[in-house]
């Protein structure tokens, strides 16, 4: 089992990792890995569980348009292939049978999808939260927006825009209820920086709030801000945008990147909406970024990952006030 490059938990004590050519599971907090699937040459891209018996896992097995889908009913003892997912966006089920990735959803548990309809110029993947509820990024015209639909993307209505001479260069959706969304807009980069906001809505989009407003001195301000606004809103840890995992429409962990540091990963946690941040004092070693899981406002998990060292999990039971580390999996090959 070497280099990480998939992580979900189910509670504070068990949960899965994944890398080329393996999938494990831990029951005791990330001490200990055993492995469960294994052989072929792939790479896990995502996993997800519904519970801890009910978990799916998408593999890159080379080719170009799709992903093999398996599925697990027994906490990963047993696997099965289900079908292939026609996009690497964000993977998601709502139920035994209904899944949502980018603009496409399947009902029969991933044999068959279809695609959604999303407006034209959109930025990053769409998310649908449901089979009504979606989100979309779309930039066009000096301003970007943020769209909403209610009726699986038949129409879709603007809910947001912002004028902007810098058009998004990438974009992340996550939402955990229907009226919940959290949207990151990424900017530019340089000098080993890069620019991004982060917005919330818990009102389906009538409001929503800068929860996270990055201007660095190599990459400038994020879309649709100036370098004045340095020091109005709450600012990302590191130089770079790292993962955000979204627990609840008041709990969220961003993590941050730093390509020039000694300790490459950093991370913060609100749980007010995103209206105030606690960053954790700790940063961590890896230079190929960082995974992150949490079941909580104070059980979340982080694993870094190097191409020379391995990867490493670290957890922390106070919202990430302080960390163990508590696992190391074996060193990565030359080849990965």
């Known amino acids: 089992m070497g280099t990480v490059t998939a992580l979900r938990l189910v509670d504070a004590k068990s949960g899965w990792t994944g890398g080329e050519g393996w999938i494990a599971r831990t029951d005791d907090g990330g001490k200990s890995w055993k492995p469960q699937y294994s052989g072929g040459s792939f790479t896990v891209k995502q996993i997800f569980a519904l519970s801890g018996d009910k978990v799916w896992a998408t593999l890159d097995a080379g080719s170009a348009d799709s992903l093999k889908l398996i599925r697990s009913t027994d906490g990963g003892a047993h696997w099965s292939e289900v079908g292939t997912v026609p996009n690497a966006a964000f993977l998601h089920f709502t139920n035994d049978t209904t899944a949502f990735s980018g603009n496409a959803m399947t009902t029969d548990g991933g044999k068959t999808w279809k695609k959604l309809s999303v407006p034209d110029g959109t930025v990053g993947d769409v998310y649908f939260h449901d089979a009504n509820n979606g989100w979309a990024v779309q930039a066009a015209g000096g301003e970007y927006r943020f769209l909403h639909t209610a009726d699986q993307g038949k129409t879709w ?26 949207i990151e807009v990424v900017g530019d980069s340089g000098m080993s920086q890069t620019s991004y906001a982060l917005f919330h809505t818990t009102d389906g989009g009538k409001t929503w709030l800068p929860a996270i407003v990055k201007v660095t001195a190599g990459a400038g301000a994020p879309p649709g801000f100036s370098n004045d606004d340095r020091d109005k809103y709450p600012t990302g840890t590191g130089a770079a945008p790292g993962m955000l995992y979204v627990v609840n429409p008041q709990t969220a962990f961003m993590g941050g990147f730093c390509g020039a540091c000694d300790k490459a990963n950093s991370i913060q946690s609100t749980t007010d909406g995103g209206k105030s941040w606690s960053a954790s004092k700790e940063e961590f070693a890896g230079y190929q970024g960082q995974f992150i899981a949490a079941t909580d406002a104070k059980h979340v998990w982080m694993v870094t990952s190097d191409t020379t060292e391995p990867s490493a999990v670290y957890t922390s039971a106070d919202g990430g006030k302080s960390w163990k580390k508590v696992h190391a999996f074996d060193k990565p090959k030359a080849s990965e």
């Open 157 to 182: 209505t603007t809910v947001m825009k912002r004028a902007s001479e810098l058009s998004p260069n990438g974009a992340v959706i996550r939402s955990t209820g229907k009226n919940d969304a959290w």
